[in-house]
């Protein structure tokens, strides 16, 4: 399950992955994500909070997850990981090469930071 937020002005998705990812979970944010999008033209960003990074429930779900990110990623301008997990640290560089997007990590004291940086406040 995905808990998610879509906070409309300035436009950024904040999803908080709750447990092993599913299908379903990625058919709602494809709702939500393509609505907002049609109305707006783009997401300004994505935030991603996660004590850790949980998995997939199946392989469908890891396939939904790559659609997904190919679906929508041309129409996010950048996405902040927010988590002290390891491998979220490591993310923005090995993501750097398929996406669009510009990616960064912030440790999970720093959201405030990361949502500042979504808005486009700091560099």
């Keep these: 399950m995905i808990d998610y937020e879509l906070i409309p002005d300035p436009g950024i998705l904040v999803i908080r992955p709750q447990e092993a990812l599913k299908t379903s979970d990625f058919e709602m944010l494809t709702k939500a994500t ?3 999008i049609t109305e707006n033209g783009s997401l300004a960003g994505v935030c991603i909070q996660a004590q850790f990074f949980p998995g997939w429930h199946n392989f469908g779900g890891f396939v939904s997850h790559l659609k997904f990110v190919k679906s929508q990623q041309a129409k996010v301008e950048r996405v902040a990981m927010v988590s002290n997990s390891t ?3 490591a993310m923005p560089r090995l ?6 997007a510009e990616v960064r990590h912030f440790f ?3 959201l405030v930071e990361a949502m500042d940086w979504l808005r486009g406040h700091s560099s």
């Design 34 to 36: 393509d609505d907002y």
């Design 95 to 100: 993501v750097d090469h398929f996406i669009n």
């Design 108 to 110: 999970n004291d720093e």
């Design 87 to 89: 491998l979220f640290e």
